[in-house]
């Protein structure tokens, strides 16, 4: 992979639209500045426009990225979420307003030279991991800010943090995260990811940069690829959809849709 080709020209990472109380909760994605955006995919905002009735279950699916993220009203509290396997649900108050930044899948532990693996399938907090970060987000953020202003603080942070970031951009690595991509992560991990290394030093790579092995990585990529491509009612119905995106049976198919999603393929898509 050249360093002319940026993983966000292969790979839109999906979160769902927010369905529950929709007319009360927002949620939006706003562009890094363009000198950004080989490493950073978005800046995200989920907030409530009124108070809720009750408590908000928010369902986060895997799409092989790591966020930071931090209550707007509390930014003295910042967390990192690292790849996760399976989707997560967190259960928030009824009213909220929480700002994230989405790193592609390996830009942040290239920023900040953090092995993915450790974060892996928790979130934790930004103090613990980045403690620089952490201070930035605590004393230059909060919710008084408009969005556009704080998209501008962020900017200039993270600009300055890739202006100092040694990137190591081992070919042998990206090759194989291409291929990975322009695949939509259906392949054979032992037969098609031939980069020039071992599957063994491969799988290392992949640990510390993307938190999982390439197979694991495929399977989000595979499982991202379907949210993208919003199958049809009828390709639901007459269970076509899973030998399109190379599973064998449809039993498969749906469980490991629901251990990425939480909910069946039928449920998520509104069949």
């Excluded at 009360?24 to 363009?34: H, S, T, W």
């Excluded at 931090?70 to 930014?75: G, T, V």
């Excluded at 900040?112 to 403690?131: G, T």
Aim: charged fraction near 25%; aromatic fraction near 16%.
């Amino acid at each position: 992979m050249s360093k002319s080709i940026s993983i966000r020209d292969l790979y839109t990472p999906i979160q769902p639209t927010v369905r529950q109380s929709a007319d009360n909760v927002i949620y939006r994605e706003f562009l890094p500045a363009p000198e950004l955006r080989r490493y950073i995919y978005c800046y995200w905002q989920l907030k409530t426009a009124h108070p809720l009735a009750e408590q908000f279950n928010y369902r986060v699916v895997s799409d092989g990225c790591i966020d930071i993220f931090f209550e707007a009203h509390q930014s003295h509290e910042s967390f990192v979420m690292g790849f996760c396997k399976q989707f997560t649900e967190f259960a928030l108050p009824p009213s909220f307003n929480y700002v994230g930044v989405r790193f592609l899948p390996s830009m942040f532990p290239q920023l900040f030279k953090i092995n993915a693996k450790e974060l892996s399938n928790k979130f934790e907090s930004l103090d613990n991991v980045l403690p620089h970060v952490s201070d930035f987000i605590r004393n230059h953020l909060n919710a008084e800010q408009p969005p556009d202003q704080i998209v501008n603080l962020l900017d200039a942070y993270f600009i300055e943090i890739v202006s100092k970031a040694i990137v190591d951009y081992d070919t042998r690595f990206y090759d194989a995260i291409q291929i990975i991509l322009d695949k939509h992560g259906v392949l054979d991990v032992e037969t098609d990811l031939d980069t020039g290394i071992s599957s063994r030093h491969l799988r290392r790579l992949f640990e510390f940069y993307i938190g999982d092995t390439p197979k694991t990585f495929s399977k989000v990529v595979r499982f991202q690829n379907i949210l993208r491509a919003k199958p049809s009612s009828q390709s639901l119905r007459q269970n076509k959809l899973f030998f399109d995106v190379g599973y064998y049976d449809q039993a498969h198919f749906i469980k490991e849709f629901k251990n990425f999603y939480g909910v069946t393929p039928s449920k998520a898509f509104g069949r």
